[in-house]
């Protein structure tokens, strides 16, 4: 599976943006797909997950302000950020994985596809 991310931009805080992650190779509509963020000098970060079946989960950070979505029609899937804030900024990365449980879905170790990842930068 070959994952290509694609949305980033520079923002003001307050603002919004669309990132999409377009896959192909091969049909993920069963996979897990999730958004992850590593800002400079920092781990990599969960930011939100969209299962097969529907079931969404985010990190509190984002929660409320962002939205997953998912085509499985066009085997894309789309983060919606709202409200964007200055320390939302990073380099944001699409995943995707074929054999994960629930409990490791925030660990970034568990998923075995990964996108190439787009800068959002928001300023203040």
């Known amino acids: 599976v070959q994952l290509q991310a694609s949305g980033g931009g520079l923002v003001q805080a307050g603002g919004s943006l669309r990132l999409s992650c377009a896959a192909s190779g091969r049909t993920t509509n069963r996979f897990v797909m999730g958004w992850f963020r590593q800002a400079p000098g920092k781990e990599r970060q969960f930011v939100s997950v969209f299962w097969w079946n529907g079931y969404e989960y985010y990190a509190d950070s984002v929660k409320g302000r962002f939205t997953m979505s998912r085509d499985n029609t066009k085997n894309t899937v789309s983060l919606q950020m709202n409200s964007l804030k200055p320390e939302d900024t990073a380099v944001y990365c699409c995943?995707?994985?074929?054999?994960?449980?629930?409990?490791?879905?925030?660990?970034?170790?568990?998923?075995?596809?990964w996108g190439q990842g787009t800068q959002v930068t928001v300023s203040s």
């Open positions: 995943a995707a994985s074929n054999g994960i449980i629930s409990s490791s879905m925030y660990n970034d170790v568990h998923y075995n596809y």
